[in-house]
Every structure is written in C-alpha cells, then in structure tokens.
C-alpha cells in the first residue's frame, strides 16, 4: 500500500474511553504540529448500518463520508475504511503527520496492527486519560452495550477491561486535567495511574500543558520477563513537516517512535512488563511470586475474594492439575477472565525451542528455576486501600502444602479441579 513515490506520512494513535481527555489531546496534537490531519471513525451510528468518517485540520472538517458495515461488525468496518484513507492522504502529500483518534472503545493494539500491515509507520500510540476517572473506570463491571460503548452485536468486553487495555498497551499516557465537569485529581488518583504503568511516559495536555510540558514517567519491575519498555524507532518526520526536535512534549511523544511487534510482547502474559513493588499515597500494588503451584479447588474457591481485592491484578499463574499450561489472570471491575496462554516452555521438547520467539525465550531464561523451568506464580494486585497482609495469606492458602507438593505430579494430576468449565476444557 506504501509505493516507493509515495511521500512519508507518520500516523500517530489516539485513543481511549476518555471521550473528553481524548478530544483535547488530539485538539493540542492540532495545534501542536502545524498541518496536521485527524481522521476520526464514528461507531455510535452503527446500529444504523454506518459508520461515519470524518477528516479534520485546525480550521475544521475536510472531508466527511460513511463506511458500510463489514460482518455487522463497526471495528471491522473502521479496518476496511482507514488505509485506504491514509493512503489517499499520503499521496495528497504536504501533510505532516496523520492522527488516528480511535472512537470511544475501540483498543489501540488492533488499530496499530491494522496502520502498519498498511504499509503505514506507526510514530506513537497515545491513550488519553482524565486522573479523576482511572479508578471510576476501572471499577466498572458494566458491559459495554449497556453504554452504547459496543463495538459490534458480539462484544462482550466490559468498561473496566477495555479501559485497562487501552492503558496499559500505550507506551505514552496524554493526562487531561481540570476539564469541565471533571472532578479534581488529587495524589491518589495520580499515584494509581503511575502504578498500573509505571513504564508510561506521561504528558500533560492540560492547561499549560501543551507546549514542552508534562512529566516523565516509568521504571522496570517484576520478576521476570521484565523489559525496560516499549522500543521504538527513530523519530519520523515527513519532508516540509514539523522540525526534528518539536518544542511541544506531546508532539515529540507523537513522533518518537513505536514498535508494533515489541508492544504485543509487552502484553503477553509470558513475558509481560508488570508492575513492581509500591505503596504510595494510599496505592499499593503488591506482586506476588511464587515456585509452588496452586491447588485447583482452593484457588477455585478464593477467586471471588482475590478478584475483589483490587481494583486491577494482572499476571500469569499455574495450577497443579495443569501443569503444562501457562495461564492468564486478567482482572479488573470485579470481573476476572483466565484462559490459557500456550504452554510453559519448560514443558516444550528442546526442538521446539527454536519456534519460540527470542523475547519469550530471554523472559524464561531470565526466570528459570533449576526443577519447574520457567512455572511461576507472577500476580499483581493495584489498588487504593489494599489489604496486602490479608491479601498474601489468601493467596498462600491456596498453594500446594507441604504433604500434596511431596506427593509428586501424578497425584496432582488427579486433583478435582473447578477450572475445567471457566477454560472450557
């Protein structure tokens, strides 16, 4: 999609469920990079059978038109419409960077994906975000049909798992504050939103945020698999477009550079960059790590209690009776999902090792133990007034004890285990 006479168009990802946080990163990006251009899909009409696009500068709307929907599905239809656009923007030319503004739900892994299959370079991935609203957000088991939020007849998602996603995967957070009828940020809400991604670099784009403000923000943590961030590419800037070294903070964070292939390591629960220790400002994240695996039933039994202990936990874990299989926690909103996520590599034949990307092969061999290979417990658990005493004791009832971890695998095999129905096995 991407001819050799086609000038360079750098494309810069916006998105997130803060409709507002999200309008104002985008109008200062505007600002911010003189020429610049927004293509925006508008799924709130989907259940009419369109989706509505719509292409914008500074000085207002350029162009404006309807994608027909693809499988019933809105996202699917945002697929089919957006290269082709940015192609028809690239050979234009004269415009210097391309902001992608996701609409309200949609997550910014698959778009990102979705620009540079095109033969587009993705330069950043940026999620808007109100403090005041992270924890809200994050608390919110509500489906995203009952808001209008739904991106297609079959989505599933929650408010609290979508808005954990789109915040954890961008390596840059646009951080919006004081807008109208938001309530005030104060310490805690921006010490939660420092530990669910603590490798973040977070921007202002409030008032006296715009030019060459905002924080950095980041640093490594975890037990294994852990990664100093996101790498990214050297900064991409079309001919006649800004300077090499833009004076606003937001604008360099656009053009800095992003990895599509390194951000979905990132977010494999195999080699995963999680959260590490903290307590500050009423927020702790506690991460827990340990060799022994859990029993089954007793873990089966504690999940209602370890679900609700957090406003967010994220990691992987394994069960005694499934030994071989590396599994998912994923939790936020009072909802957890657990699924497989392949096998441990300790249970791989050496043969197989060389099918395994290096990323996953560095994250184990960083965390190996010399009798279960790279089975681990690795969970965090965020959240303001955490109980982490109450919470660790929990946790450590539900291991193996002393006599059924003597016992051997074969006997852990044989262990009753609730799982079976929530992995659908």
Avoid at 9 to 36: C, F, K, M, Q
Avoid at 51 to 62: C, K, Q, S
Avoid at 107 to 115: G, L, N, R, T
Avoid at 347 to 368: G, I, N
């Amino acid at each position: 999609m991407s001819g050799p006479d086609r000038p360079a168009l750098p494309v810069v990802i916006v998105g997130g469920l803060h409709a507002e946080a999200r309008r104002a990163t985008v109008a200062r990006l505007l600002a911010d990079v003189p020429g610049s251009v927004v293509l925006h899909h508008d799924l709130a009409t989907a259940a009419a059978g369109t989706v509505v696009r719509t292409v914008r500068d500074a000085t207002g709307i350029l162009s404006a038109g309807e994608a027909p929907l693809v499988n019933d599905c809105a996202c699917c239809a945002l697929r089919e419409d957006l290269v082709p656009e940015l192609v028809r923007l690239a050979d234009a030319g004269g415009t210097p960077l391309a902001v992608v503004e996701l609409w309200d739900s949609v997550e910014p892994k698959a778009m990102a994906e979705v620009v540079t299959a095109g033969g587009f370079t993705v330069t950043g991935v940026i999620t808007a975000v109100d403090p005041a609203l992270v924890l809200p957000y994050l608390g919110n088991g509500d489906d995203l049909a009952e808001g209008g939020l739904a991106a297609a007849a079959t989505d599933q998602r929650t408010v609290a798992d979508t808005f954990a996603r789109q915040l954890e995967y961008a390596p840059v957070l646009a951080l919006a504050d004081s807008l109208p009828g938001s309530p005030e940020a104060d310490d805690e809400d921006r010490e939660l939103l420092a530990q669910l991604h603590p490798t973040a670099r977070r921007v202002s784009v409030g008032p006296g945020g715009g030019q060459g403000g905002g924080q950095e923000g980041g640093q490594d943590g975890g037990h294994g698999g852990g990664r100093s961030g996101v790498p990214g590419n050297a900064p991409v800037v079309a001919a006649g477009g800004p300077s090499a070294t833009p004076s606003s903070a937001l604008a360099r964070a656009a053009l800095a550079g992003f990895d599509v292939e390194s951000a979905a390591a990132a977010q494999h629960p195999a080699c995963a960059l999680l959260p590490a220790e903290a307590d500050a400002h009423g927020v702790t994240t506690l991460v827990w790590h340990r060799r022994r695996p859990f029993h089954p039933g007793r873990l089966y039994a504690a999940l209602e209690d370890l679900t609700c202990a957090a406003a967010r936990s994220r990691g992987r874990f394994w069960l005694a009776d499934k030994a071989d299989t590396l599994l998912h926690w994923d939790a936020a909103g009072g909802a957890l999902c657990v699924e497989g996520a392949g096998p441990w590599l300790a249970s791989l034949p050496d043969a197989a090792w060389d099918l395994v990307p290096p990323v996953r092969r560095a994250a184990a061999a960083l965390d190996w133990h010399p009798e279960h290979g790279d089975r681990c417990q690795h969970l965090v658990f965020t959240s303001p007034g955490l109980d982490r005493d109450g919470l660790d004791r929990l946790l450590e009832s539900c291991l193996l004890t002393d006599a059924e971890y003597a016992a051997g695998r074969a006997a852990w095999e044989r262990l009753p285990s609730g799982f079976d129905t929530l992995l659908e096995v």
